[in-house]
């Protein structure tokens, strides 16, 4: 019994010690957008750079969503899902409100995938850096507004360490 509670014990310790391990799809997109309103020159800068793209069309992708987050996803769905950012943002606009992962299915990215779950679970990260789209540090729920962006470079592999 006593082997029971410490090992229940420490698996809630444990769990309390990774709170970004659940932070999902919209605690990751409220934090980009806290960094865009913070820079908004910075902001395009590092979508440009992340994504390879120029930033003359980041500003215009920037200018066309409701949000910077909702830049970001655009873009980070058009590379995950190897389509063009316009074919993204066309796709965003037309069906506001019906959400990150139904675009994502629009656009080819399956449910269950690796893209898919990281795309769910939050697993992004906006760093600025080219390529350094998807690593494995969100999880959670991930039911983000709006709609995906994307970017048609193929670079990173959106592929989090999630098992769903």
């Not at 799809?25 to 865009?36: G, T």
């Not at 409701?66 to 965003?92: C, E, I, N, T």
């Not at 037309?94 to 959400?99: A, D, L, V, Y």
């Amino acid at each position: 019994m006593k082997r029971i509670a410490f090992i229940l014990s420490l698996a809630a310790s444990l769990a309390g010690m990774t709170p970004l391990a659940h932070a999902g799809l919209n605690d990751f997109l409220e934090s980009v957008n806290i960094q865009a309103k913070a820079d908004k020159n910075g902001f395009t800068t590092k979508l440009s750079a992340q994504f390879g793209i120029p930033e003359s069309n980041v500003k215009l992708i920037v200018g066309a969503v409701s949000d910077p987050a909702d830049a970001f996803m655009v873009l980070q769905l058009g590379q995950m899902a190897h389509k063009d950012p316009d074919d993204v943002l066309r796709l965003y606009q037309r069906g506001k409100g019906k959400g990150w992962g139904k675009l994502a299915q629009e656009l080819g990215i399956k449910p269950g995938s690796p893209e898919f779950h990281a795309l769910k679970n939050g697993n992004l990260s906006f760093t600025g850096e080219k390529g350094g789209n998807a690593v494995a540090q969100g999880g959670g729920q991930g039911r983000g507004p709006g709609h995906g962006p994307g970017n048609s470079s193929g670079r990173g592999n959106g592929r989090g360490k999630n098992k769903d």
